[in-house]
């Protein structure tokens, strides 16, 4: 019997450069039901960045619109100087459909974020190693010195909120780390707290 279940909120943080998107996007590529919330910017787009497809990129005035509206699900003024925010609609909409939603959003975002849905599955993906974090970031050269070191100088405080997560998972090859997700959600779907129909229909049987 197939299991009926509500759509599962994953939010998953790392620092930069850990691979988030890889994972996020490979796991996306083998289950049509998992779908990744598009997040508004007020950051320029990097080299080959499409509009609505890794952010909304937005001017800090339509960014605050937003915000006034009531549009975000939670936002963040992140590193200095960007807002960054997870548009409500298609999160609430996605899940209702049944379908999981994935939030790529930082460590601050997530925690709102499981303070207004308790349910909510925090997953934390990080490098075996500080050092490793920093020559990916190095090696990804979209940005400048002064930037990176910035981010490594986040990536440090990030990593101490790991405690406050559901899970971890070491990127050390990405299929690996795939498959630990995969088991991850596999196992959040068969939670009894999460199976509230099936519960039902089991009970009725043979009635
Ligand atoms: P990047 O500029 O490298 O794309 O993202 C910088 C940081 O902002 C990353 O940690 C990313 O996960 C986070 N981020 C992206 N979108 C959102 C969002 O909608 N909300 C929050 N709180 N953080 C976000």
Redesign the pocket.
Known sequence: MKQQREGLLLV?????GVG?GTVDQALMSRNSKIKM?V???T?AP?PGEIEGV??FFKSEEEFKAMVDNGE?L???H??GS?Y????RFFVEEQLAMGHDVI????????M?VKQAFPNAVLIFITAPSMSEIKSRLIGRGTESMEQIER?FA?AFE?VKMIPHYDYVIVNDVVDMAVHRMESILEAERCRVSRSKDLLESIQDTGR
Do not use: C, W
């Open positions: 998953v943080s790392g620092p930069a988030k919330s997040s508004a910017t950051r990097r890794h952010y975000f939670e936002y963040m992140v590193f960007n960054y925010g997870t548009p939030l790529e959003i930082d460590v601050q975002g997530a709102k981010r986040t990030e």
